[in-house]
C-alpha cells in the first residue's frame, strides 16, 4: 500500500515537473483551459440550482392544489350526503326515477370536475418531467 502511494506520489511529482517545465505559453494555455472549464462547471450548477428552486415551487404549489382539491371533494361528499339525506325526507314529494336522475347528475358533475382536475394534474406533471428531462 505505501508502494502504490509512494509510485502514486512520484507520478504526480513526475507530471508537475513537467508542467514547470513547460514553455510559459503552454502553462497559459492550460490556465484557461482549466478556468473555461471551471466557468463552465459553474453555469451547470447554477442553472441546475434555478431549475431545483424552481420545481420545488411547483411541487408545493402541487401538493396546494392537491390539498385543496381534496378539501373540495370532501366538502363536495358531504353535501352530497346531506342532500340525500333530505330527499330520504321528501320521498314522498318525488317518484324514484326524479331522485336517481338528481343523483346521477350531481355524480356526474362531481366526476367530470375530477376529470378536469386530474388531467390539468397530469399536464403539469408532464411539463415538469419536460423540464427535468431539458436540465
Request: hydrophobic share 30%; aromatic share 2%; glycine share 2%.
Amino acid at each position: 500500500e505505501v508502494q502504490k502511494l509512494n509510485q502514486q506520489l512520484e507520478e504526480k511529482n513526475g507530471e508537475i515537473q513537467q508542467m514547470i517545465n513547460q514553455p510559459p505559453y503552454e502553462k497559459e494555455r492550460e490556465i484557461l483551459r482549466l478556468q473555461k472549464t471551471l466557468a463552465e462547471r459553474e453555469k451547470a450548477q447554477a442553472t441546475s440550482d434555478v431549475l431545483c428552486r424552481s420545481l420545488t415551487d411547483e411541487t408545493h404549489q402541487l401538493q396546494r392544489k392537491l390539498a385543496s382539491t381534496a378539501e373540495m371533494c370532501q366538502h363536495l361528499a358531504k353535501c352530497l350526503e346531506e342532500k340525500q339525506r333530505k330527499e330520504k325526507g321528501n320521498a314522498d314529494d318525488q317518484t324514484p326515477t326524479e331522485r336517481s336522475n338528481q343523483v346521477f347528475l350531481q355524480l356526474l358533475c362531481n366526476e367530470t370536475s375530477l376529470q378536469a382536475l386530474i388531467c390539468n394534474l397530469q399536464e403539469e406533471n408532464r411539463m415538469l418531467k419536460q423540464k427535468v428531462a431539458h436540465v
